[in-house]
């Protein structure tokens, strides 16, 4: 059995839980998350917890269990609290700005990158180097993350790119001159 699943899920003020048809179906307020329930496992909401049970003690069920334990766990927090990813952008002359609902990116790139928000995220920039993507859906923010960060990777060398606030990239060593070799 899962220990992740074992665990309850304590549900904030101002946040209710309901499963119906296979349905989790969270609300509060900043918003309303829905996850659809597969397999042998069952969800009960009781005095200001909410228990994910599984109906038999398979492998594939214990994989969900404590899959959907954390799912229901994230949506949650992000009714209540909601998700912020924050990314820096490094490069020399390279800025990033919002245009109505667009983040235009200058990268080093001949022409500037639009891209639009998607919906329910809201991206913001505290400056010209900082992009800041929220919203309550913990998967959808870490995807925008990801795709905003794919857009110019972090390079080893002199450490240009977008990444994530806090994140260490590993520098290599540049090419050293011929002197000396045979």
């Known amino acids: 059995m899962s220990r992740i699943g074992k665990m309850s899920i304590a549900v904030p003020a101002g946040v209710s839980v309901e499963y119906k048809d296979s349905v989790v179906t969270v609300k509060g307020a900043k918003g309303t998350l829905t996850q ?5 496992i069952d969800v009960k909401n009781e005095d200001g917890h909410v228990h994910v049970l599984a109906l038999n003690d398979m492998d594939e069920t214990n994989a969900l ?7 229901i ?3 949650v ?3 209540s609290e909601g998700y912020t990813k924050s990314l820096e952008v490094k490069g020399v002359g390279w800025k990033v700005a919002m245009q109505g609902n667009k983040l235009v990116l200058n ?3 001949s ?3 639009e891209f639009p928000a998607p919906e329910g995220i809201k991206l913001e920039c505290p400056s010209a180097t900082e992009i800041s993507v929220s919203g309550i859906d913990k998967v959808l923010v870490g995807q925008v993350a990801a795709d905003l960060r794919a857009i110019r990777k972090p390079e080893p060398y002199h450490g240009y ?3 994530y606030k806090g994140e ?3 520098h290599k060593e540049g090419k050293t001159s011929g002197k000396g070799k045979k």
């Open 73 to 75: 766990a994230n949506m």
């Open 111 to 113: 022409h500037p990158i």
């Open 161 to 163: 790119g977008i990444r």
């Open 36 to 40: 659809k329930v597969t397999g042998a």
């Open 107 to 109: 990268v080093g790139f």
């Open 77 to 79: 927090k992000g009714v």
């Open 168 to 170: 260490h990239v590993e």
């Open 65 to 71: 269990h404590g899959l959907y334990r954390a799912l």
